[in-house]
């Protein structure tokens, strides 16, 4: 396909497409990471090779909740959120309708994470974890981060489903 012939994508799309891509990276380094303090835990109680470390407990900790929300986030983009179909088959404009009216309470879910996550990472933004003293509001943030990546993805799908069940039924 041409240049010309290709369609365009918007702005959006494209800040989408970029924050998936450093999100899907993140996700591998996250998980990277995560296997450095569990690693060290592991040797140091079943081993006297390495020294006994606090630190890696929290460290894990806050590892394993990025990455459970990055793969949250990259879960909504890829749709592969788990569904439960009551519906028998359905056009597709049908279906768009069905899609539109769950993304909607979806839509609400994330604007509670927004909100609500602000507020819980408000609480920790002067405050440090008693072993590794790693600022809490780093382990807070990944909720409003998680709650503003959904109204991003759940918007573009909103978009892709309000064209379908807008379009013409001789449209192909």
């Known amino acids: ?15 989408g497409d970029a ?11 996250a998980l990277l990471v995560l296997i450095v303090p569990v690693t060290l835990q592991i040797f140091s109680r079943h ?16 590892m ?12 909504m983009r890829e749709r592969l959120h788990f569904v439960v179909d009551i519906w028998p088959r359905l056009s597709p404009r049908a279906n768009a309708v069905v899609e539109l009216v769950s993304g909607v309470a979806t839509m609400a879910f994330a604007l509670i994470f927004v909100w609500a996550g602000w507020e ?20 807070h943030v990944a909720w409003p981060v998680l ?12 978009v892709d489903m309000a064209r379908v069940a807008l379009r013409s039924p001789e449209a192909p």
């Open 47 to 62: 081993t006297s090779l390495v020294p006994t470390y606090i630190w890696t407990e929290e460290m894990a900790r806050l």
């Open 19 to 29: 924050w998936y891509r450093v999100l899907s990276t993140l996700m591998v380094v």
């Open 120 to 139: 819980f990472t408000e609480f920790a933004f002067y405050r440090i974890s008693e072993l590794a003293e790693l600022p809490l509001w780093t382990i």
């Open 1 to 15: 396909m041409t240049e010309a012939a290709r369609p365009r994508r918007g702005a959006w799309r494209r800040v």
């Open 147 to 158: 709650g503003v990546t959904w109204v991003l993805f759940q918007g573009e799908h909103l």
């Open 64 to 75: 394993f909740i990025w990455l459970i929300m990055l793969g949250a986030m990259v879960g």
